[in-house]
């Protein structure tokens, strides 16, 4: 089986479902989720924050502006970021009318309700920890939750779960704390700068627009800290022609709003 560590070469790279298949459902909500499923993709990405209270909430901007009706519900709490609310006051939000009416009163999901939902079976997840540096201790939290909630057993830790950020930081405190975990680092580090990475990251996940073959090549000879070689998951690929071009340039993982898109493109 296909794996965002193990890409199935018969099959084409690894699929991944940005923030759930958020090209048919509201980003990093639980019908993004069933979206994912619907369509058949096993990976699925989202982005974990936390609230005031310290919930692990899924949501991908710092503040509740763009994907929630919080202006309307909160009118005198600008700048509306998610770490100055309660779990209770983001749960009141409507995190699907931007989207499209027939997802009113979809749900800000927690960490732990957006695991509920996944395929334990079958679904995988890769894990993006969202603005760190606003969070201190955000990579123990997500870590106790995860084990809490049967994520970090070694059949999910070998085939289901990537931990991923922007922060190189973040990255290496995960590593430090759970060594076993697979992680990736997002970003497009100059290639002398590689090796560094290598020491703490299993993969390097870069914007499509950023790579060609070479960078591609450059680092996948490397091997990263479970001694296999550094793996490559680009985003974020919408077009069947994009699809095409980084799955010639050998790409692992393509991670899509419309995976459905990239999976009939890549096979
Ligand atoms: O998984 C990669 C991608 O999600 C990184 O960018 O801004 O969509 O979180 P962003
Ligand atoms: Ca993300």
């Known amino acids: 089986p296909q794996t965002a560590d193990a890409p199935d070469r018969r099959t084409g790279p690894v699929v991944v479902a940005h923030r759930g298949a958020s090209g048919y459902a509201p980003e990093n909500t639980l019908a993004a989720v069933d979206a994912a499923k619907a ?13 005031k209270d310290g919930v692990l909430v899924v949501v991908h901007d710092t503040d509740l502006k ?45 960490l732990t309700q957006f695991l509920h939902r996944l395929d334990r079976n079958r679904q995988k997840l890769l894990l993006e920890i969202k603005s ?17 909630e049967g994520w970090l057993g070694p059949s999910h830790v070998r085939n289901r779960l990537v931990i991923q950020s922007f922060g190189a930081d973040s990255i290496k405190e995960v590593h430090a704390l759970r060594p076993d975990v697979t992680t990736g680092f997002l970003g497009t580090p100059e290639v002398t700068d590689l090796p560094s990475y290598a020491a ?50 050998g790409v692992d993982g393509i991670i899509s709003n419309y995976p459905d898109v990239v999976r009939d493109a890549t096979r």
């Open 132 to 148: 760190p540096a606003s969070y201190p201790g955000i990579e123990r939290d997500i870590l106790r939750v995860l084990r809490k």
């Open 66 to 110: 763009r994907t929630t009706d919080v202006e309307e519900v909160f009118p005198d709490r600008a700048p509306w970021a998610v770490k100055d609310f309660t779990a209770a006051e983001i749960a009141q939000l409507d995190a699907g009318s931007w989207f499209g009416e027939r997802f009113a009163e979809t749900r800000v999901p927690t």
């Open 200 to 249: 703490f990251t299993d993969q390097i996940n870069p914007s499509y627009t950023t790579i060609g073959a070479d960078y591609v090549a450059a680092v996948q000879r490397l091997k990263g800290p479970h001694g296999k070689r550094l793996r490559v998951n680009t985003w974020t690929v919408d077009s069947a022609a994009d699809a095409a071009k980084v799955h010639a340039y």
């Open 39 to 51: 369509l058949g993709i096993d990976w699925v990405e989202n982005d974990v924050q936390r609230t």
